[in-house]
């Protein structure tokens, strides 16, 4: 069903980042149910999507927004994510596809007729970023950590620092574990998660939304 009251809107430039949420949920398979989660303070996305093989960031960009964070927030995102992509309006999608930036680019208008699609494909990321242990282990909690360190044996664990457990974890997993370790500890969280769509080969897909 089409986000009526978000359709009404006539200008790119009335649109609201949760306006413009509520667009991408609508396209995003019909997912209309998005839970907050909790990153570290370097990676506040505004929502992902998590499956079984991607990690995909996705940063809304208003008519009002400017993109003075967004190189540090792509830099910040390298190894954490397999994709990124900025939704916007049309008119700042070509600014941005100007600035060279291996990102992909949602707008909320067609670039030809200006009418709501609701969502529009105006670029795709060229190709999957790798994911790093190390950057996966800097949205982990504490006991995130120690949990999945218990299993060789470490006793004492809580006395130990951050830094010191994630070292730890850094000597035993490594960038292929990524996708188990992110499905397993964030879809365990206590988040009471209220959709997993079932997704084509019976994948599922976590979204989460940061509010």
């Known amino acids: 069903m089409k986000n009526n009251k978000v359709m009404e809107k006539k200008k790119e430039e009335d649109y609201t980042e949760q306006d413009i949420k509520d667009l991408l949920i609508e396209k995003l398979d019909g997912v209309g149910n998005f839970q907050q989660t909790e990153f570290s303070t370097r990676h506040r996305p505004d929502f992902v999507v998590l499956g079984d093989d991607y990690f995909h960031y996705y940063e809304i960009k208003t008519a009002k927004d400017s993109f003075t964070r967004l190189p540090s927030q792509i830099s910040n995102s390298y190894g954490l994510f397999t994709h990124m992509t900025i939704v916007t309006t049309a008119i700042k999608a070509r600014k941005l596809h100007k600035m060279n930036v291996d990102v992909g680019i949602l707008t909320i208008t067609d670039l030809e007729d200006g009418n709501v699609k609701p969502i529009y494909r105006f670029y795709e990321q060229s190709h999957e970023w790798k994911m790093s242990i190390k950057k996966v282990s800097d949205i982990l ?64 897909q976590f979204l989460f939304q940061n509010k």
């Open 141 to 204: 909690w504490k006991n995130d950590l120690v949990n999945y360190l218990k299993k060789f044996g470490f006793k004492s664990l809580q006395s130990k620092n951050m830094t010191q457990l994630e070292e730890l974890f850094w000597e035993r997993y490594s960038d292929d574990d990524c996708f188990t370790i992110l499905n397993d500890i964030l879809k365990h969280r206590n988040f009471d998660i209220r959709n997993e769509k079932e997704r084509r080969g019976g994948k599922k």
